[in-house]
Structures are given as C-alpha cells and as structure tokens.
C-alpha cells in the first residue's frame, strides 16, 4: 500500500485560498487520489477524488502531476468552517480497503 | 436518506465486559468496514466485509469480532472490554466501484473504565 506523507497542521485566514500537499511517492498505477474531510466528532466525508491532471468540484479542486507521486488539494476563499483535519489516501479499487494517516488539522482563523 | 447509522452513540463499559456496536446502511453497499480513531491519531482499519457473510481482519483486528449475516448490517463486538479499546469507533460503506467514495457514521464514542 501506497504511503502517503502530509503536513500535520496548517494555518490560514478567512478568504484565502488553501493548498495542502500530499506525497505518495509508491503509488500504484490503478490507484486513484482521495481526500476526506473530517469535523470533530463527526465520521471522515469524501470530498475528491482524481487519477491525473486537476479535477474541481463545488467543494475544492484536486491538481495531479504527471508522475502522480503527490497531489495538491486546494480549497478556495476558506471559511471558518473548513477548519477540519484533511486526509490524502490513495485508493486502489482491487483492495477496496481505505488505509488513512494521520491528516492534516487545517484551523482557519477570522 | 439515513446513510449509515450507528447505535450507541456513547457508551462505558467495565473492564472484562463485553459489548456489540451496530452499523446499519440503507445505500445497498457491499462493502462495509470498521475503524477506530484515538486522539491525535487517524483512523485504523479494525475489520472489513466485502459482501454477505463475509469479513476480513484489518490493521487492528485483535480483541474485536464481526459478524455481516445481513448485507445491511455490519456488527462490531467486543468479546472482554479493556481499557486500550478506550476510542471512537466509525463505521463505513461502499459501493466497491472504486471511484465513489465511502459514506462513514457518525462514530460511537466507547470508553472503558
């Protein structure tokens, strides 16, 4: 499995844009990036997901080099409530198995 | 649109007692996986069911049992509490397609005393 490494906290303002990193430097060729998004005392919630390039939704936008050895999930004009712990897993359909690490305790301040 | 629910939301057991969490889904998935988070830590995989009557030990499987005889419900037990299993548990499903994500509980606080 591949082991992915993340900043363990990181700090922002209301209104900027947010961009943590993830490396994943074994990822296997049919794994695809996921990251979740978990609130104190809430369960982990799927946020997105992507094989290559950069893929945006109505939450965030996930940019994937080439090499596909780590992503980027940047999360736009950030608010107090996206203060949250973000996790970066790679997932690989064969194993059906999601293997989190630590994350990344994002805290935005007003 | 209920997702997956967990019962109890809380509970506190004694040492040497023992317990069941329950895990129910209303989405039809066939995967389903239990997870435990302890302070500052993220979550470890305990055990997973890829379908009916199946289960399969995760990274953390010791002191744990499950049970799936029912595609909707995925049992977690607790056969002799200690206090090490003092966590949050979380339950998930999935479709197993591999490119939808996992829908988690809200998680069941358990502490042992």
């Known amino acids: 499995l591949a082991k992915t490494t993340q900043p363990i906290s990181m700090d922002s303002y209301e209104g900027q844009e947010v961009n943590i990193t993830c490396s994943h430097n074994n990822i296997a060729t049919n794994d695809y990036i996921t990251w979740y998004q978990q609130f104190p005392s809430q369960g982990p919630r799927f946020i997105i997901q992507g094989y290559k390039t950069k893929v945006t939704n109505e939450v965030a936008s996930l940019f994937i080099p080439a090499d596909r050895k780590s992503s980027t999930l940047s999360l736009p004009r950030v608010s107090l409530s996206d203060t949250a712990v973000y996790y970066c897993?790679?997932?690989?359909?064969?194993?059906?198995?999601?293997?989190f690490g630590t994350g990344t305790l994002l805290a935005v301040q007003p | 649109n209920a997702g997956v629910t967990q019962t109890p939301k809380f509970r506190v057991l004694k040492t040497g007692q023992s317990m069941t969490l329950l895990c129910a889904q209303d989405?039809?998935?066939?995967?389903m996986y239990w997870y435990r988070q302890d302070p500052g830590m993220g979550l470890r995989l305990i055990h997973y069911?890829?379908?009916?009557?199946?289960?399969a030990k995760g990274e953390v499987p010791d002191g744990y049992n499950v049970s799936r005889l029912k595609k909707q419900n995925f049992l977690l037990g607790l056969e002799s509490a200690a206090p090490s299993q003092t966590s949050v548990y979380f339950c998930?499903?999935?479709?197993?397609?591999?490119?939808?994500?996992?829908?988690f509980g809200s998680g069941t606080r358990l502490t042992v005393v």
């Open positions: 998930a499903s999935s479709s197993g397609l591999g490119i939808y994500g996992y829908t």
């Open positions: 989405m039809n998935h066939e995967y």
């Open positions: 897993l790679p997932y690989g359909g064969a194993t059906n198995k999601l293997i």
């Open positions: 069911s890829v379908g009916e009557g199946t289960t």
